[in-house]
Antibody, heavy 119, light 107 residues
Framework: QITLKESGPTLVKPTQTLTLTCTFS??????????VGWIRQPPGKALEWLAL???????RYSPSLKSRLTITKDTSKNQVVLTMTNMDPVDTATYYC???????????WGQGTLVTVSS | EIVLTQSPATLSLSPGERATLSCRAS??????LAWYQQKPGQAPRLLIY???NRATGIPARFSGSGSGTDFTLTISSLEPEDFAVYYC?????????FGQGTKLEIK
């Protein structure tokens, strides 16, 4: 059974760096083809694809946010970490992590965590 | 970056009716397109991948078609639980991207 759960601060101040952790079970990020992605959704708005890391440490980032994002994995801890620098109120959103099969489709999702950016 | 445009933004139908949702890509994504369903307060759920393959556990009333730049999600006969927001996503060239969504509401 594959499960994922996001954790991190619920409130960050403008200009701060956000660090979110995705802790998962039921699969290994050392298995060929597997990946974990991050997606966000501002309140009442559409999904936005942010980043994805593959089992071989290949990393992909949204072009519009690439300069602010870093995605890393800790295979031994079954965790993936996303950092986003220089947070702004427009970054207020629910942040999801999701499992990606060998085809990069997001077939299992965490429950999401709401991050509010406010002073 | 590949941009996905979904239409209509909102679709108002009654249970039992047929729903047709569209997704158009700014450049060819071959068959590398998926559809997700999202209900209020829930994470998205994968419905269709590789344009026409149903994900595990997805009812047969959901079907996908298309290739290249034009794709369609069809729900053959709407059930009450199908009223939700639907997103398309491409993986032809990750960074991947989502469409802006179509809200399927009860008429």
């Amino acid at each position: 059974q594959i499960t994922l759960k996001e954790s991190g601060p619920t409130l960050v101040k403008p200009t701060q760096t956000l660090t979110l952790t995705c802790t998962f079970s039921g699969f290994s990020l050392s298995t060929s083809g597997v990946g974990v992605g991050w997606i966000r959704q501002p309140p009442g708005k559409a999904l936005e694809w942010l980043a994805l890391i593959y089992w071989n440490d290949d990393k992909r980032y949204s072009p519009s946010l690439k300069s602010r994002l870093t995605i890393t994995k800790d295979t031994s801890k079954n965790q993936v970490v996303l950092t986003m620098t220089n947070m702004d109120p427009v970054d207020t959103a629910t942040y999801y992590c999701a499992h990606s099969s060998g085809s990069s489709w997001l077939d299992y999702w965490g429950q999401g965590t709401l991050v509010t950016v406010s002073s | 970056e590949i941009v996905l445009t979904q239409s209509p933004a909102t679709l108002s139908l009654s249970p039992g009716e047929r729903a047709t949702l569209s997704c158009r890509a700014s450049q060819s994504v071959s068959s590398y397109l998926a559809w997700y369903q999202q209900k209020p307060g829930q994470a998205p759920r994968l419905l269709i991948y590789d344009a026409s393959n149903r994900a595990t556990g997805i009812p047969a009333r959901f079907s996908g078609s298309g290739s290249g730049t034009d794709f369609t999600l069809t729900i053959s006969s709407l059930e009450p639980e199908d009223f939700a927001v639907y997103y398309c996503q491409q993986r032809s060239n990750c960074p991947c991207s989502f469409g802006q969504g179509t809200k399927l509401e009860i008429k």
